[in-house]
């Protein structure tokens, strides 16, 4: 969060030309770019957790899918090592492939945002800061409860097998990706973001003032739409359809 803070305030220094010009019109909700900024970066911390634990829901279900296929679980002592790598590789394949998806859509997403306007940029970054951290601490604190209340069910109250303990599963399914996957990925896409868009928001103010707005504003349409399908592959082209 510091650091996050820190890139911010050095986009702004930059774009005033150190503190010089006047803040108080554009870094204000009256100013529709910089709100429109605000809104997008909270949209953007919540399209993240969900794709996150999509990625995580549905490899998480193509293991069981192979499990209930491939391994005989009654009257077993232990899965073989070749069923078991195959598991792994299946989880494997699906954290890398949404991290894949992920990473592209926060990459052209952060370039197409950068180069729209400025002040929309910095709006952006100040909500994906505070919008993340607060969702990080959520998601951590309801995933680990949820975590915590099954082993209470099954070590403390010894209701293993009954329905109170079916449903802390059914909530520690929800509460693994919240407090392992989702929370804890937040830091280094905030990182990542006002890293970057400090270089981008500097290379999109050098071309606007070089080439004009309108070689900026074709970028980050195009931008933009790379990073709609990207979207669009984190989420529809990773459910789990019906057979």
Same mark, same amino acid.
């Given at each position: 969060?510091?650091?996050?803070? #820190?890139?911010?305030?050095?986009?702004?220094?930059?774009?005033?030309?150190?503190?010089?010009?006047?803040?108080?019109?554009?870094?204000?909700?009256?100013?529709?770019?910089?709100?429109?900024?605000?809104?997008?970066?909270?949209?953007?911390?919540?399209?993240?957790?969900?794709?996150?634990?999509?990625?995580?829901?549905?490899?998480?279900?193509?293991?069981?899918?192979?499990? +209930?296929?491939?391994?005989?679980?009654?009257?077993?002592? +232990?899965?073989?090592?070749?069923?078991?790598?195959?598991?792994?590789?299946?989880?494997?394949?699906?954290?890398?492939?949404?991290?894949?998806?992920?990473?592209?859509?926060?990459?052209?997403?952060?370039?197409?945002?950068?180069?729209?306007? @400025?002040?929309?940029?910095?709006?952006?970054?100040?909500?994906?800061?505070?919008?993340?951290?607060?969702?990080?601490?959520?998601?951590?604190?309801?995933?680990?409860?949820?975590?915590?209340?099954?082993?209470?069910?099954?070590?403390?109250?010894?209701? +293993?097998?009954?329905?109170?303990?079916?449903?802390?599963?059914?909530?520690? #399914?929800?509460?693994? @990706?919240?407090?392992?996957?989702?929370?804890?990925?937040?830091? @280094?896409i905030i990182k990542f973001t006002t890293l970057f868009g400090l270089l981008a928001v500097s290379l999109a103010v050098s071309l606007t003032r070089d080439q004009g707005s309108t070689l900026t504003d074709i970028l980050?349409?195009?931008?933009?739409?790379?990073?709609?399908?990207?979207?669009?592959?984190?989420?529809?082209?990773?459910?789990?359809?019906?057979?």
């Open positions: 969060m510091v650091g996050a803070t #820190t890139m911010i305030f050095s986009i702004i220094v930059s774009l005033t030309e150190g503190l010089k010009q006047e803040l108080v019109s554009n870094l204000s909700i009256l100013y529709p770019p910089f709100l429109l900024g605000l809104i997008t970066g909270g949209a953007v911390i919540y399209w993240f957790t969900g794709a996150s634990t999509q990625a995580v829901t549905t490899g998480a279900y193509r293991a069981v899918e192979f499990i +209930k296929a491939n391994i005989k679980l009654e009257g077993a002592t +232990k899965a073989s090592v070749t069923d078991s790598k195959k598991v792994v590789q299946i989880c494997t394949q699906y954290a890398q492939k949404g991290m894949f998806n992920i990473f592209l859509t926060v990459f052209f997403a952060t370039l197409a945002f950068a180069f729209v306007e @400025p002040y929309y940029f910095i709006g952006y970054l100040i909500s994906i800061a505070l919008f993340g951290l607060y969702q990080a601490i959520f998601m951590a604190d309801a995933g680990g409860a949820w975590d915590n209340a099954k082993k209470i069910v099954e070590t403390e109250l010894k209701q +293993k097998g009954t329905d109170l303990h079916s449903a802390t599963v059914v909530g520690d #399914t929800v509460g693994d @990706p919240f407090k392992d996957t989702s929370s804890v990925a937040l830091n @280094p980050a349409a195009a931008f933009f739409l790379i990073s709609v399908v990207f979207v669009w592959r984190s989420f529809y082209a990773m459910r789990i359809e019906k057979q």
